[in-house]
């Protein structure tokens, strides 16, 4: 059975950083690329960056310069860092690996 979990949201004053982990288990991290997902409330969920097999990496314009994927292949985890964060960054972030997706974890960005 694959699971993905994450963690690490929170809330966060303007500015400040947060780092979200995902745990994958049941399924070995480098057989897939890998990405981070965002859902606001009202809005859409979108892709917010992605690591390919090869750690190629992209992203979104609107996160590019402030947050970095990365993957611990050994540890089997995902790791989405997070910059210089605004209010509009506030959403519920998801990772995603293959067609499997964890739970999601809460980030809010407020002071």
């Known amino acids: 059975q694959v699971q993905l979990v994450e963690s690490g949201g929170g809330l966060v004053q303007p500015g400040g950083s947060l780092r979200l982990s995902c745990v994958v288990s049941?399924?070995?991290?480098?057989?897939?690329?890998v990405g981070w997902f965002r859902q606001a409330p009202g809005k859409e969920r979108e892709g917010v960056a992605c690591?390919?097999?090869?750690?190629?990496?992209y992203y979104i314009d609107s996160v590019k310069g402030r947050f970095v994927i990365s993957r611990d292949n050994a540890k089997n985890t995902v790791y989405l860092q997070m910059n210089g964060l605004k209010p509009e960054d506030t959403a519920v972030y998801y990772c995603?690996?293959?067609?499997?997706w964890g739970q999601g974890t809460q980030v809010t960005v407020s002071s």
């Open positions: 995603k690996l293959g067609p499997y």
């Open positions: 049941g399924f070995r991290l480098d057989y897939f690329a």
């Open positions: 690591a390919t097999r090869v750690d190629s990496k």
